[in-house]
């Protein structure tokens, strides 16, 4: 251990059983600085985070070999030697984490704020008052809109965003010694992205905390890491500086992570979607496979398969004493677009601006307060039942959190086959093994794979399932809801490929929601920017992109991490009252009017509040 490390882990070996999935791993954090861990899915990240919390023999696991020596406060001590009682003294105190999947992280019968209180009634010993008061302060920090009602509520009622950002306030409640990130912006867009990365940074800085950051965002990395350590199949492949790595990555499978990097502006001048070759790695060294080619599929000339005209969903959440609704949610305030054959119309904004609650809609999963939707020119609304169901088949939805959706008691074999049985696409059992064990391949994963349950998959993997699920149908929409925000970036350029060959050969149309501005620009046709439920501007992709007609779409672009560590930049903390779309019943909103500065160029003519010039 070196004489400044705050954790020193020397030799590490995990096992589930006989399958060892962490070998001979080492590696120091110091104290005030940042250790990135990269790999793909599965490489053993999460699971490394896991043992040095010491919780992965409470998933099935153990540490078979090695030590964790945690340096604090002049004592040494190795995590592995202790007692679940001395760990527990630990968690949440000095060593703190933020999860991969704050759905399953997350108690679902207590609210937020009670989950947060607790972490501060049992660490910090304030009075119950003085709790809340800081939960409520934390909940701010991490910009949640109307933080002091935030507090009442549950989980269930969060988008994953907020969410997320829930798990990062309990996380720092404590200001712990060591914060271990799982995937912590995997869920979140990326203007709360840029203002989460700054206060870790800031409270760092303060406090001289260390920061072990696992993600397979490398722009993330790029902004945050001093140093990085890149896993492949449990083992340490290569480790140094960030700037070196970047710029003299030494391994294939290294060179192969960051040419898989989506990068923003890499399509600049281009009006189309552009499939692009990918590396992969063969026989340990790189190997370009298909080329590039433009993606020239959508069918304007042909009838709209969805148009939406005047959409409102809204939520009643409080009540006075009688009964009276007082405040709702304006989760979609007149919005409305068309979706064509063979198109991927892109919904972008922040966590909580409508984005998932129109997919929701379209996919039938929530009502609608007002407006009209069609498929294939005729209104969802006039639909018969068995019209509805042959809806449901044509219109796939692969969710934003993929444990969530996938049932734990049954195989993903099985999950796969179930659209295919319902639907009575084919009466063969032995042919739908074969289909499932085919949807499988095509998402990067193996027919073998089809005997397996849900957790013995890792969140990258789980999404590939719920793709593959998707497919089995055979649909004309899939709406794909932040499909691609568990996936490492190898994987996630093979699902983008995939997507797009999916959409040449059989006319696919996509509704992509997705906070991932580089992607968003690799894979769309037409682009539409929500903010507060409402359209701020809308137009083909590369209109939206090279000439960012609305301040609230430039600041999205700008809060975009560049994956390259010499052009850092720091975000300024926002000001000001966070936007909430939860209004009082007599607060009708201001419905903002769309004007066409451009042929199908449409902004929004006056600035929504809580927006900066």
């Given at each position: 251990m070196t004489s400044k490390a705050l954790l020193s882990v020397r030799s590490l070996g995990v096992a589930f059983g006989s399958e060892h999935v962490v070998e001979d791993l080492s590696f120091d954090v110091e104290a005030g600085r940042t250790l990135a861990i990269v790999g793909e899915s599965g490489s053993g990240k999460s699971v490394t985070?896991?043992?040095?919390?010491?919780?992965?023999?409470?998933?099935?696991?153990?540490?078979?070999?090695?030590?964790?020596?945690?340096?604090?406060d002049g004592v040494s001590r190795d995590l592995t030697a202790l007692s679940d009682k001395q760990m527990r003294?630990?968690?949440?105190?000095?060593?703190?984490?933020?999860?991969?999947?704050?759905?399953?992280?997350?108690?679902?019968?207590?609210?937020?704020?009670?989950?947060i209180i607790e972490t501060l009634l049992v660490h910090e010993e304030l009075s119950r008052n003085a709790a809340r008061e800081e939960a409520r302060r934390l909940l701010e920090l991490v910009r949640l809109p109307d933080a002091e009602a935030q507090l009442k509520r549950y989980p269930h009622q969060l988008s994953g965003g907020m969410r997320q950002r829930v798990m990062i306030a309990m996380a720092l409640a404590c200001r712990p010694k060591l914060l271990i990130a799982d995937e912590p912006t995997t869920a979140l867009d990326v203007t709360i992205q840029a203002q989460i990365l700054s206060i870790i940074r800031d409270l760092q800085s303060q406090l001289e905390m260390a920061v072990i950051f696992i993600t397979h965002d490398m722009g993330v990395v790029a902004q945050m890491a001093d140093d990085v350590v890149v896993m492949h199949r449990g083992r340490r492949i290569e480790q140094a500086p960030v700037a070196d790595l970047f710029a003299h990555p030494r391994e294939a499978y290294t060179r192969a992570l960051l040419s898989a990097v989506p990068r923003l502006g890499s399509m600049s001048?281009?009006?189309?979607?552009?499939?692009?070759?990918?590396?992969?790695?063969?026989?340990?060294?790189?190997?370009?496979?298909?080329?590039?080619?433009?993606?020239?599929?959508?069918?304007?000339d042909e009838a709209p398969l969805v148009s939406i005209r005047d959409l409102v969903t809204r939520f009643d959440i409080r009540k006075n004493f009688f009964g009276g609704v007082t405040h709702r949610v304006h989760a979609v305030e007149k919005v409305s677009f068309d979706i064509y054959p063979g198109e991927t119309m892109a919904l972008v904004g922040e966590s909580g601006s409508g984005k998932s609650t129109i997919g929701r809609t379209i996919q039938q999963l929530q009502a609608a307060t007002s407006g009209d939707i069609r498929f294939e020119g005729k209104p969802l609304a006039q639909m018969s039942k068995a019209e509805q169901m042959r809806l449901r088949q044509k219109v796939q939805y692969i969710f934003q959190?993929?444990?969530?959706?996938?049932?734990?008691?049954?195989?993903?074999?099985?999950?796969?086959?179930?659209?295919?049985?319902?639907?009575?696409?084919?009466?063969?059992?032995r042919a739908?093994?074969?289909?499932?064990?085919?949807?499988?391949?095509?998402?990067?994963?193996?027919a073998h794979h089809a005997g397996r349950y849900p957790h013995e998959f890792s969140g990258g993997q789980r999404q590939r399932i719920c793709i593959a699920r998707a497919l089995a149908s055979k649909p004309k929409l899939i709406i794909a809801d932040e499909a691609l925000s568990a996936l490492d970036v190898s994987i996630q350029a093979q699902i983008i490929d995939l997507f797009m060959e999916l959409q040449k050969d059989e006319g696919l149309a996509y509704l992509f929601i997705s906070h991932d501005m580089a992607v968003v620009e690799r894979m769309s046709h037409r682009v539409a920017v929500l903010y507060l439920g409402q359209i701020v501007e809308f137009g083909p992709r590369r209109a939206v992109f090279e000439s960012p007609a609305h301040s609230y779409t430039r600041r999205l672009l700008q809060a975009v991490p560049v994956a390259d560590p010499g052009a850092r930049r720091d975000q300024p903390m926002l000001e000001g009252e966070i936007a909430s779309p939860v209004r009082?019943?007599?607060?009708?909103?201001?419905?903002?009017?769309?004007?066409?500065?451009?042929?199908?160029?449409?902004?929004?003519t006056e600035k929504p509040v809580g927006i900066p010039a």
């Open positions: 985070s896991l043992a040095i919390m010491r919780l992965v023999e409470h998933v099935g696991g153990s540490i078979t070999q090695g030590s964790i020596h945690f340096n604090a003294a630990l968690r949440g105190n000095d060593i703190a984490m933020i999860f991969q999947e704050p759905m399953t992280s997350l108690n679902p019968v207590f609210t937020v704020g009670d989950q001048g281009e009006d189309l979607p552009r499939r692009e070759a990918l590396t992969v790695i063969e026989n340990g060294e790189p190997r370009t496979i298909g080329g590039n080619s433009t993606q020239d599929t959508a069918r304007y959190d993929p444990f969530a959706s996938l049932d734990p008691r049954k195989t993903v074999g099985f999950s796969i086959a179930e659209p295919i049985r319902t639907h009575g696409l084919i009466d063969n059992r739908i093994d074969a289909r499932v064990g085919e949807l499988l391949e095509r998402v990067g994963l193996e009082s019943v007599s607060d009708e909103p201001i419905i903002l009017p769309l004007s066409e500065t451009a042929p199908g160029h449409f902004v929004a």
